[in-house]
């Protein structure tokens, strides 16, 4: 079985934008929707709205793959499906260790998703002596101290770090000197890594920020849209300011608000 150490994705080497590398996933997702209610063909259009990009971009993406649809037909879901998955290197098998076993590294191992989309999580590591040989999604936990011998023994390319911020960089360094040159980091902290390795962070305290502040800016707007249907939005004056700004002459203040 192919493994991640000795085959990768040619995404680079053909010129694929890394912009269209990241919304080949999104169009996975979508056209895997479709192929499983035996949908058979699917417009630009239709496929566009399912991944949350428009029409233009989806065929601009589509061009670097090669596959360019059929007029008045479409695209073809299942040779799509593969298409995709054959470049992003989901057609083979890649084996991940995940670092760190506590709440999130256990439920990332019982993540029944990565089975199905190509990867293998082929070692659960912790530090925690006593968490060595418990069970976490049918794998035992092996002690960090063998770190490098099971990336060694499994041939695996991809990391998933899942510790504390301050145990992360240290696990980074020994993955990429045991040869990972890919990683997922969960934890709460920017990652220093050489040329060559890639890095993707999931930061689930700034997704949250990110959402507070959405929420933030929609309670505002629906406050100032109380106060405007209210007649006490800014842009109300009242006759004492229009008669005060009626006395001023040509060279006198500018009044803050014009009266109508």
């Known amino acids: 079985m192919a493994t991640g150490r000795t085959h990768r994705p040619a995404t680079r080497s ?18 895997t929707a479709l192929s499983e209610r035996s949908v058979p063909t ?18 601009k993406d589509f061009s670097y793959l090669g596959s360019y649809g ?30 760190g076993i506590g709440n999130l590294g256990a439920a990332l191992a019982n993540y029944g998703g990565f089975a199905s ?6 070692a659960l590591i912790d530090a925690d002596p006593a968490m060595a040989g418990k069970p976490v999604a049918g794998i035992p936990v092996q002690h960090s101290d063998d770190l490098e011998k099971i990336i060694q023994d499994n041939g ?29 980091n ?23 920020q990110i959402l507070a502040f959405h929420e ?14 209210d007649g006490a939005g800014p842009a109300a004056v009242t006759r004492e300011d229009s008669d005060a700004s009626a006395d001023k002459g ?11």
């Open 250 to 260: 040509p060279d006198g203040d500018v009044p803050a608000v014009m009266p109508a």
């Open 156 to 184: 695996v390319s991809i990391g998933v770090i899942a510790t504390p911020a301050g145990a992360a960089q240290p696990v980074c360094d020994r993955l990429v000197a045991a040869g990972v040159t890919s990683i997922l």
């Open 70 to 99: 059929t007029r008045g037909v479409g695209y073809d879901v299942e040779y799509l499906v593969y298409q995709i998955s054959r470049e992003l290197g989901l057609t083979q098998d890649w084996p991940v260790v995940i670092v």
């Open 42 to 59: 699917v417009s630009s259009e239709e496929l566009a709205a399912a991944a949350g990009v428009n029409s233009a971009k989806l065929r």
């Open 117 to 122: 989309r190509g990867f293998r999580v082929a």
């Open 14 to 31: 053909r010129g694929i934008p890394e912009a269209t590398v990241a919304r080949l996933p999104l169009y996975l997702r979508a056209l």
């Open 186 to 208: 969960f934890a709460p902290t920017v990652l220093t890594v050489p040329d060559g390795v890639d890095v993707r962070k999931v930061d689930l305290s700034i997704e949250l």
């Open 216 to 229: 933030q800016r929609k309670a505002g707007e629906e406050a100032h849209a109380h106060a405007l249907s």
